[in-house]
């Protein structure tokens, strides 16, 4: 009788690195920091992720595509992948990986430091230059914010800061 | 969440129940009337904003009504789309039409109307998620700091646009100060907890009413202070209070409008 090897979490790991924002295909779930936990037991895989906007139309299909790319593992059998809200998603969660590869996506990433009056400041996301404006601090999406940058004359989106300070 | 649930008593059950559908019913149709300003917003950049307020309200709805659905009160799409009027929980305010016309035809909605409505609507709503951060209903709580971080912006957005129109023109101020007067004269259940509020209060799942409003009004304040004007009074009597199940035809209008496509297919996967 076969013996079905048993799942490792650093596998598991390895295909979430996998799993892109559908939304900025540059970024995965893991440089977001919305993974908060992964358990195995035998050949069962249980994956808590954090939302990062309550009304963020996105959630549903990362979690669909998070259980199918999990069920591409030969040696997994049961997925479950649940949402909670605690601890609460921050964007000091983002990896620095995570800025990279929003920058590559063309969205600045969220500042790190956010003034006292809830002000914030970001630098180009094309050509790094400090001279920008904010045209709206809502966009596209729920998570971003829409900018102008004044030395390449380019419209360019941020990933806005949400922390428990604001 | 189910552990959670069994050690619940009946009485406990349903002051978590109660509140939860009045924080859902609330945000659901601000929500809903915040969308059919899609398109008809002032300018672009506020068409941005409205929907992106709107779509952050209907998920803050949406987590509700989950809430709901863990503790057993029924699905949670169904919760949404299909309780009759009699059975909603909302302020009268939040189901108020957004002006003359219809949607599909001919909107001659009043945005002052919609900047008064939000803006004292969002203060609310905040001085209750601060609160609820402290709910000894653990996961209220943790929801209410998911909410509070979202909130931020669109606090700060409507905040903006009342002290802009309340500072322009001379017909700016009279349909901003006509829509004070109108959003007040429905404002007497926004911090009603309803015929369970013994219960909700004693459960310490939110401040009291008396607490609530004091801190609305404190929260206004400065902004009228730089305005120069008085802070409005809540009214005490209700003519019909929201929290109870009593509406206006407005609300009968929205639940046919928004329960439509639903309804088309309830089996249907969005």
């Given at each position: 009788m076969a013996i079905s090897e048993s799942v490792s979490t650093n596998r598991v790991f390895e295909v979430l690195r996998r799993v892109k924002d559908p939304e900025i295909d540059s970024v995965s779930i893991i440089d977001l920091g919305m993974v908060e936990e992964v358990t195995t037991s035998g050949n069962n895989v249980k994956v808590v992720l954090l939302p990062t906007f309550l009304g963020c139309p996105a959630l549903e299909i990362i979690k669909k595509n998070t259980i199918e790319a999990i069920k591409q593992l030969p040696e997994v059998e049961e997925v479950e992948v649940e949402f909670v809200f605690h601890p609460p998603w921050t964007t000091d969660r983002i990896t620095e990986e995570g800025h990279k590869n929003l920058r590559a996506f063309g969205i600045a990433p969220p500042p790190r430091h956010v003034e006292e009056d809830g002000s914030w400041h970001v630098d180009c996301a094309y050509c790094g230059s400090t001279y920008v404006t904010m045209e709206n601090i809502f966009g596209p999406t729920a998570c971003r914010s829409i900018l102008y940058c004044k030395s390449c004359k380019n419209v360019f989106e941020a990933m806005k800061p949400v922390s428990t300070l604001l | 969440m189910s552990a959670t649930e069994n050690v619940l008593t009946a009485e406990h059950k349903e002051a978590i129940t109660s509140l939860l559908f009045q924080l859902a019913d609330d945000d659901f149709l601000y929500a809903y009337?915040?969308?059919?300003?899609?398109?008809?917003?002032?300018?672009?950049?506020?068409?941005?904003?409205?929907?992106?307020?709107?779509?952050?309200?209907?998920?803050?709805?949406?987590?509700?009504?989950?809430?709901?659905?863990?503790?057993?009160?029924?699905?949670?799409?169904?919760?949404?789309?299909?309780?009759?009027?009699?059975?909603?929980?909302?302020?009268?305010?939040?189901?108020?039409?957004?002006?003359?016309?219809?949607?599909?035809?001919?909107?001659?909605?009043?945005?002052?109307?919609?900047?008064?409505?939000?803006?004292?609507?969002?203060?609310?709503?905040?001085?209750?998620?601060?609160?609820?951060?402290?709910?000894?209903?653990?996961?209220?709580?943790?929801?209410?700091?998911?909410?509070?971080?979202?909130?931020?912006?669109?606090?700060?957005h409507w905040e903006t646009w009342f002290k802009q129109l309340l500072s322009s023109t001379d017909v700016a101020k009279k349909k901003m100060n006509d829509a004070i007067l109108r959003v007040m004269n429905d404002f007497g259940d926004m911090f009603s907890l309803g015929n369970q509020k013994q219960a909700i209060e004693n459960y310490k799942l939110i401040d009291n009413e008396e607490k609530l409003k004091e801190n609305w009004i404190a929260s206004i304040k400065p902004v009228f202070a730089a305005l120069h004007m008085d802070v409005p009074t809540i009214p005490e009597k209700l003519a019909n209070n929201g929290r109870n199940g009593e509406h206006t035809v407005d609300l009968d209008e929205a639940l046919l409008t928004l329960s439509e496509v639903y309804k088309s297919d309830p089996v249907a996967s969005w």
């Open positions: - | 009337r915040g969308s059919e300003w899609l398109g008809l917003a002032p300018h672009i950049e506020e068409d941005v904003a409205s929907s992106s307020i709107s779509q952050d309200s209907m998920g803050h709805a949406a987590m509700y009504y989950k809430l709901l659905e863990e503790l057993g009160a029924g699905n949670a799409d169904e919760l949404a789309h299909l309780r009759p009027a009699h059975e909603r929980r909302n302020s009268i305010l939040t189901e108020r039409v957004n002006g003359e016309g219809y949607y599909m035809e001919t909107p001659n909605y009043d945005w002052a109307y919609q900047v008064v409505r939000s803006y004292f609507y969002t203060q609310a709503k905040k001085v209750k998620v601060d609160s609820l951060c402290q709910s000894s209903y653990q996961p209220l709580a943790e929801a209410a700091v998911k909410v509070k971080m979202e909130l931020y912006y669109h606090r700060m």
